[in-house]
């Protein structure tokens, strides 16, 4: 018989994990365009024909509000739920997900994780910035909380945050991006045509590298795999080209546990908000 409900801090590791395998969003702003076209702000009429080709580029890659929901399982057991919510604020973009555990052990701890990140877009020929300004990171289990955050200050080019009870500052030049910005990455480089994908990502004050690897496809997506310390320890991911690479669905296994599963439930356009 299994004991893996009978047994509080596995349950609620395992989750945890999961849900920090960075494989939890994906890059629904250009596939639900192109199902669900929206009007962009007028132009402003370019000088010439250079400008108008980088101009219409850039419209096509700017992002659009989203709302997705997924599915987190392990084992074939539903554990939670996932909202991701892609806005406009003010000038900026914000990135905000919440996780929660809605059966089992997880609701029964009460296992709640937020995340959001202020970020500026622009398209700078061939590619795009993502300019993160400021992270918070929350999450609880039972009585235990963590937390993190910091700012980043683009004219000073350093960052200043608060990890735990830890204050730290550090000095990093972009590229760099947040942890709930890497499969917002990770999509538009796989339609760009990528296939090893590294990333920085400063996270609590300090700068890890995320290594992805395009390893096939498997019924017409795009089958991805995250690099580890260890060979035991297994992340996949799968993308829809059809649906500018869509993570539709992803999975993470450490070593002795159960297969954790995400999966997308729904999508919807949300209108552009400021606040």
Avoid at 51 to 71: G, I, V
Avoid at 72 to 91: A, F, H, I, K, T
Avoid at 173 to 187: C, D, E, H, W
Wanted: aromatic share 8%.
């Amino acid at each position: 018989m299994k004991t893996k409900h009978f047994s509080i801090i596995p349950a609620a590791r395992g989750l945890i994990r999961h849900l920090t395998a960075g494989l939890l969003l994906a890059w629904f702003g250009l596939g639900l365009a192109a199902e669900n076209p929206i009007d962009p702000p007028a132009p402003v009429a370019p000088e010439n024909a250079s400008d108008s080709a980088k101009l219409d580029r850039e419209t096509q890659r700017t992002p659009k509000a989203f709302e997705a929901r997924y599915r987190v399982s392990e084992d074939g057991d539903e554990m939670g739920e996932s909202v991701v919510r892609l806005v406009r604020d003010q000038n900026h973009w914000r990135l905000d997900s919440v996780v929660r555990g809605t059966h089992g052990l997880a609701s029964l701890l009460g296992f709640k994780r937020t995340e959001s990140t202020l970020f500026d877009w622009r398209y700078q020929p061939p590619d795009d910035l993502w300019l993160p300004l400021s992270y918070r990171f929350s999450q609880k289990v039972a009585f235990k909380k963590k937390t993190s955050q910091f700012q980043y200050d683009p004219k000073t080019g350093i960052a200043h945050g608060k990890s735990g009870g830890r204050s730290w500052q550090l000095p990093i030049k972009p590229p760099f991006i947040t942890p709930n910005l890497v499969v917002l990455t990770l999509a538009k480089d796989l339609c760009d045509g990528q296939q090893d994908m590294h990333y920085r990502v400063l996270d609590k004050g300090k700068v890890k590298d995320y290594h992805f690897t395009v390893v096939g496809t498997e019924k017409g997506l795009i089958k991805v795999t995250k690099e580890h310390d260890s060979p035991e320890r297994i992340t996949e991911s799968w993308h829809d080209p059809r649906r500018q690479c869509l993570n539709v669905r992803s999975r993470h296994k450490e070593p002795g546990d159960d297969w954790l599963e995400t999966v997308l439930v729904s999508t919807s356009l949300r209108p552009e908000a400021t606040r």
